[in-house]
């Protein structure tokens, strides 16, 4: 990526509807800070397809709560860790919705069934709720190409988030975990049939290894910021943490420790306890940074 490039990296969540935030977030947060320490003339955006969870059925009052939480952490963790990010990062919520942009994504729909990509039409199909059709998990799908401001359209209104009203960009980066790739692949097959609409900047796609499961949904028995960590050291601690949300849980503890040494993530299979203590002071960090929110 061209240095001099004025780049907006951007991540987007869901909001859970169930009581609790995951700790494992803290984690999901960590990409797109690091992106931006790494160059000059960026900024950043976290942003909430809020709305988007209205449209599937779940109840607004839940959403409006969990989000509100969530934002607050957002702050403290880039505060505590990211200070000198802190001014250029940029917490977004889903646009009002209008009857141009329904009919945009139902046209994007139309595109979706014409394509009939196996794996995407799976994935819908695993989503319809009671009551709905197809047509409504491949519209969430679809609107993925809108949330992440795909040239698909060329009124920039329709999108479903704000660019920084303040930041003229050059480039767009999306960060986002190895979930993301399914809609990923959804943008690039819409993108494909909307081809002749002009770019006003790049877009990029990052996928980084945080997220395997996405971190704003809770897995059954994961620990969640509201409850604290009472565990008495790291070993005991991930000794709890469930095998496919290990790699997460050491990113984060690897980020807060004092030797910052990454290579721990290729020996988790075969911990010493060198390993355990090398990870102890991200684990005393990360406690005691959670007991204080």
Same mark, same amino acid.
């Given at each position: ?6 780049? *907006? ?23 797109? =800070? ?69 009919? *945009?994504?139902?046209? =994007? ?28 998990? *491949? ?6 190409? =809108? ?90 601690? =991930? ?39 090398? *990870? ?14």
């Amino acid at each position: 990526m061209n240095p001099k490039k004025r780049v *907006l990296f951007s991540t987007g969540m869901s909001a859970d509807v169930t009581p609790g935030v995951p700790v494992r977030i803290l984690a999901y947060l960590m990409p797109l =800070l690091s992106a931006m320490q790494s160059r000059e003339n960026t900024r950043g955006q976290f942003y909430f397809a809020d709305r988007a969870q209205m449209r599937l059925g779940e109840d607004p009052a839940i959403i409006e709560d969990n989000v509100q939480l969530v934002s607050e952490y957002i702050r403290q963790f880039i505060k505590a860790f990211y200070a000198k990010t802190e001014g250029d990062v940029l917490i977004s919520r889903e646009r009002e919705d209008s009857a141009e942009r329904r009919q *945009l994504v139902q046209e =994007l729909v139309d595109t979706l069934i014409q394509e009939n990509n196996r794996a995407i039409i799976t994935f819908a199909e695993k989503r319809i709720k009671e009551g709905q059709t197809i047509r409504n998990p *491949l519209a969430y799908m679809a609107e993925h190409a =809108l949330f992440m401001r795909e040239p698909v359209t060329d009124d920039e209104n329709l999108f479903l988030i704000d660019n920084p009203p303040d930041f003229d960009l050059d480039a767009l980066a999306m960060v986002g975990g190895p979930a993301e790739e399914i809609f990923f692949n959804v943008r690039k097959i819409i993108g494909a049939s909307r081809g002749d609409i002009q770019k006003t900047y790049d877009r990029i796609q990052l996928f980084g290894k945080i997220g395997n499961r996405p971190p704003y949904f809770k897995c059954f028995g994961e620990p969640v910021i509201e409850s604290g960590i009472d565990e008495p050291d790291v070993k005991t601690f =991930l000794e709890k943490v469930s095998p496919e949300l290990f790699k997460d849980f050491l990113y984060l503890l690897t980020a807060l420790s004092d030797s910052k040494d990454y290579t721990i993530i290729e020996r988790r299979k075969c911990f010493g306890e060198k390993d355990f203590a090398s *990870l102890k002071s991200g684990f005393d960090t990360l406690q005691s940074f959670i007991k204080q929110l």
